[in-house]
């Protein structure tokens, strides 16, 4: 796990800035600390790289639907209430599924419209899950699918959790993915300040880990 004030220190040496008590004067003349300002950003920054890594995991939370978060149809499909600071899917694997569900399609792709077709559906050789809301308006995990009748038992049920100051990443900072948490928080604070390029520098810096397993 990695503290917040860590964090922020980490941002603070990015920039050069390593005394706590030093204000951001060289971007700005603004009042407001320097921590205060990274602090304020550091949940924007890690929801960016949540949703544009393309491996791995920065923030992994557990998760143990109660039976009543649960329900299934009649025809093998189901939804699962999701926790209130789900982000994104890292992966579902419900008993009988030949293997997890490492994806969260769109509610309006091609993959999820092909489920209301029973003989295009996804099964347990290849599942599928797929955003949604239930009748409440409550955020679900709608699954494709089970055999028609049996109950679903969820074996593991993993995701990338909204940062929480409190309890801070749930990640060790060797993990690229930190480092391109604490680039996109830089770029966020020069962005604050109108330093457009330095901004836009430290994000293609931050993308750039984002895809790294990918280009590799």
Not at 34 to 57: C, E, N, R, W
Not at 183 to 207: G, H, K
């Amino acid at each position: 796990m990695i503290p917040l004030a860590l964090l922020v220190e980490k941002v603070r040496l990015l920039i050069n800035e390593p005394d706590e008590d030093v204000v951001l004067t060289a971007l700005s003349r603004d009042t407001r600390k320097l921590s205060d300002s990274i602090k304020a950003l550091m949940p924007d920054a890690v929801l960016f790289v949540q949703h544009h890594k393309t491996y791995g995991s920065l923030n992994p939370a557990p998760y143990e639907p109660t039976a009543d978060a649960i329900k299934s149809n009649a025809d093998g499909s189901g939804e699962i209430v999701l926790p209130h600071d789900f982000v994104t899917l890292l992966q579902l694997h419900l008993e009988g599924w030949h293997r997890p569900c490492t994806r969260l399609c769109a509610a309006d792709s091609a993959e999820a419209k092909a489920q209301s077709n029973m003989h295009t559906r996804a099964g347990v050789c290849k599942p599928l899950c797929v955003e949604g809301l239930d009748s409440r308006g409550m955020p679900v995990l709608h699954y494709y699918s089970l055999p028609p009748g049996m109950a679903p038992v969820v074996k593991s049920f993993v995701y990338e959790a909204a940062f929480d100051e409190n309890k801070g990443l749930n990640s060790e900072l060797s993990n690229p993915l930190v480092q391109a948490v604490l680039y996109q928080c830089v770029a966020l604070l020069y962005n604050m300040f109108e330093r457009r390029d330095s901004a836009n520098a430290f994000m293609s810096l931050a993308m750039s880990l984002c895809n790294k397993e990918k280009k590799q």
